[in-house]
């Protein structure tokens, strides 16, 4: 799955972790950045992406979805 990762909340990642244990295969989800900090990465997508992506890499992460 290729996300910005802004609409992945906590409540988002848990149900994508259901969904991952009902299905033979694994999940996958590439997060895209466009710069390694807020300022870099906003100057491109929006302010406040980065937070926003960065959120969603660890509410993945938080529910075991490994980088």
């Known amino acids: 799955m290729l996300t910005n990762g ?8 848990q ?3 259901t969904i991952q244990n009902d299905r033979p295969h ?5 997060v895209s950045l466009d710069g390694a900090t807020a300022e870099e990465n906003d100057r491109i ?3 406040g ?3 926003k992506a960065t959120r969603g890499i ?10």
């Open 26 to 30: 694994s999940l996958e989800f590439r």
């Open 6 to 13: 802004v609409l992945i909340t906590e409540k988002m990642a």
């Open 49 to 51: 992406v980065f937070e």
């Open 45 to 47: 997508r929006g302010q």
């Open 15 to 17: 149900r994508l972790r």
């Open 58 to 67: 660890r509410a993945l992460r938080a529910v075991g979805f490994e980088p």
